[in-house]
């Protein structure tokens, strides 16, 4: 019946679309392992954006590339965490911030940073992504 191929279909196209969503992760992962902070870049309308995706926010284009930045931003916001959701995997207390990078990419991560050195709109630089796949400024 025509549900069923519809069902196939949309399967099929699925598993594909997450594919290229994890593909597109993975090339970032890998950059980030080595040091390089990279933000995708539309090459038809010049919108910046994170995380990776397969089309642009903006123009919803497809001709997108990362582009490695400088790694810096500003604490907009954070939190101290002190009850870990797999103390196995995260020690507390830790910060979690919100970074903001080239006064509109906010990012989510980890502050590798003591308490009293956390503020409001306090430099930060990329440091790392850790084995766990956790985003962590300092």
Known sequence: SSRNW?????????DFRKARIMYLWEEWFNLAKKGVFTLQTCKDCSIQQFYPRS??????EDNLELEKIDGV??????TEIFRSPNPEKFTTPYIVGLVELNDKIKIICQLDLNTDDVSIDKEVKFKEVNNEGVIIFQ
Do not use: A, H, Q, R
Request: glycine share 4%; net charge neutral; hydrophobic share 30%.
């Open 6 to 14: 519809w069902s196939f279909f949309y399967t099929c196209n699925n």
């Open 73 to 78: 931003g500003k604490i907009y916001s954070y």
């Open 55 to 60: 089309f642009c926010v903006e123009c919803n």
